[in-house]
């Protein structure tokens, strides 16, 4: 079982930026690739951002790339999406996701077994 707890949501005007953090506890957090998530109202939860367990691989959904970056530090059980140029349909309930693998890098929301409770993101334009 793993525990996951995001945080740094907000309210930001356009061209800002935000930088959200999920704390993990409970099983070894080197043992997972981790993702970020988001869904806006009325609409599906879509993938944002993925890296693998060594941080040496990283994937970010198309409209994304450029602006928002990746990270992870598992000495201190945290990953990180660093989120730049923020665009009003970058607004949503962000979640962080762990899936228990050191191989794959996935880009599907049915691949994680675990969530944070979400944290929300929103950009006025």
């Known amino acids: 079982q793993v525990q996951l707890v995001e945080s740094g949501g907000g309210l930001v005007q356009a061209g800002g930026s935000l930088s959200l953090s999920c704390a993990a506890s409970?099983?070894?957090?080197?043992?997972?690739?981790m993702g970020w998530f988001r869904q806006a109202p009325g609409k599906e939860r879509e993938f944002v951002a993925a890296?693998?367990?060594?941080?040496?691989?990283?994937y970010y959904r198309n409209s994304v790339k450029g602006r928002f970056t990746i990270s992870r530090d598992n000495a201190k059980n945290t990953v990180y999406l660093q989120m730049n140029s923020l665009k009003p349909e970058d607004t949503a309930v962000y979640y962080c996701?762990?899936?228990?693998?050191?191989?794959?890098?996935?880009?599907?929301?049915?691949?994680?077994?675990?969530w944070g409770q979400g944290t929300q993101v929103t950009v006025s334009s």
């Open positions: 409970g099983r070894t957090f080197s043992n997972y690739a």
């Open positions: 996701a762990a899936d228990p693998s050191r191989v794959r890098v996935s880009l599907s929301r049915t691949e994680y077994d675990y």
């Open positions: 890296i693998s367990w060594s941080g040496g691989r990283t």
